[in-house]
Nanobody
């Protein structure tokens, strides 16, 4: 069982930056792919970004490409989401998830494919 804890959310003005962290309880986390998803009020949870186990392969939603960067520090059991040039439409609860047991990397954009989830952290971008 892997426990995930997100942090780093907050209130920021449009154009600002935030860095989210996803810290894991188990060392095996360093061998798993990790995804970031977000859910805005009244909307479905959507894929934002993902990294493979050593961050040499990453993937982004078109809406955040060029603005967000996913990275990881396996020595710290932590994955990060650097968010630059934030827009009001980025306002959402952000969740990290890990371990694609059934599908591997090919299932990275589908939330049902992840085994473990954090509780989320709120990001609010004001205009």
């Amino acid at each position: 069982q892997v426990q995930l804890v997100e942090s780093g959310g907050g209130l920021v003005q449009a154009g600002g930056t935030l860095r989210l962290s996803c810290a894991a309880s188990e060392r095996t986390f360093s061998t798993y792919a990790v995804g970031w998803f977000r859910q805005a009020p009244g909307k479905e949870r959507e894929f934002v970004a993902a990294t493979n186990w050593n961050a040499d392969t990453t993937s982004y939603a078109d809406s955040v490409k060029g603005r967000f960067t996913i990275s990881r520090d396996n020595a710290k059991n932590t994955v990060y989401l650097q968010m630059n040039n934030l827009k009001p439409e980025d306002t959402a609860v952000y969740f990290c998830a890990t371990k694609l047991s059934a599908t591997g990397w090919g299932g990275r954009t589908t939330l049902e494919n992840y085994d473990y989830w954090g509780q989320g952290t709120q990001v609010t971008v004001s205009s």
